[in-house]
């Protein structure tokens, strides 16, 4: 089973930014997507951005034009980078990858606070 791990979250004031990392613990040959959801404090989580195996991006609307998702070229580490970033965006940000239809993977949450 393959296993995410995740780095980069923190303390960030308004209008700063950040950039997490994913790292999945072994090659994955081939996926459907990769990316982000993120957790409010007393909300549902939801989507932050996604990236497919073809390179495809797909965002939330709230983050559109201020976050952006990659992919190294091995494919096996995703990241996020955040900038402009706004208390709204306080989260535990969580790190996915589809591998099939059936399969899915979460990493463990990093924290992000953004707060002057």
């Known amino acids: 089973q393959v296993q995410l791990v995740e780095s980069g979250g923190g303390l960030v004031q308004p209008g700063g930014s950040l950039r997490l990392s994913c790292a999945a613990s072994?090659?994955?040959?081939?996926?459907?997507?990769m990316g982000w959801y993120r957790q409010p404090p007393g909300k549902e989580r939801e989507l932050v951005a996604t990236?497919?195996?073809?390179?495809?991006?797909n965002y939330g609307d709230s983050v559109k034009d201020r976050f952006t998702i990659s992919r190294d070229s091995a494919g096996n580490t995703v990241y996020l980078q955040m900038n402009n970033l706004k208390p709204e965006d306080t989260a535990v940000y969580y790190c996915?990858?589809?591998?099939?239809?059936?399969?899915?993977?979460w990493g463990q949450g990093t924290l992000v606070t953004v707060s002057s």
């Open positions: 990236i497919s195996g073809g390179g495809y991006t």
């Open positions: 072994r090659s994955i040959f081939s996926i459907i997507a």
């Open positions: 996915t990858v589809q591998i099939t239809t059936l399969s899915r993977v």
